[in-house]
Nanobody, 123 residues
Framework: QVQLVESGGGLVQAGGSPRLSCAASGPTFSSYAMGWFRQAPGKERECVAAINWSYGTTYYADSVKGRFTISRDNAKNTVYLQMKRLQPEDTAVYYC????????????????WGQGTQVTVSS
């Protein structure tokens, strides 16, 4: 079982640019993808960004395109989410997740999840 540990959340002013990190440990796969999801109170969990670990191809939700950047550090088995120009509607618990195979955006397709990190954007 892959273990994921997120860090980097907290209280941020609108317009801020925090970076989330997700360190992975445990078994690795020959082909896998990692994603960043978020869930706001009363809303469904949504994928905001995902990356194919082997090829580096990425996906972004329309709501974050141009503001968020997902990247990976192969040596550290870590995926990052650089967030810029945060808005109050970005407030949510952010989770990273990993799945075998290619990139998808459905939460049900991801088998391992981190514990989540709260990001609160104040206006």
């Amino acid at each position: 079982q892959v273990q994921l540990v997120e860090s980097g959340g907290g209280l941020v002013q609108a317009g801020g640019s925090p970076r989330l990190s997700c360190a992975a440990s445990g078994p690795t796969f020959s082909s896998y993808a990692m994603g960043w999801f978020r869930q706001a109170p009363g809303k469904e969990r949504e994928c905001v960004a995902a990356i194919n670990w082997s090829y580096g191809t990425t996906y972004y939700a329309d709501s974050v395109k141009g503001r968020f950047t997902i990247s990976r550090d192969n040596a550290k088995n870590t995926v990052y989410l650089q967030m810029k120009r945060l808005q109050p509607e970005d407030t949510a618990v952010y989770y990273c997740a990993v799945r075998r195979g290619g990139t998808t955006t459905r939460p049900a397709d991801f088998g391992s999840w981190g514990q989540g990190t709260q990001v609160t954007v104040s206006s």
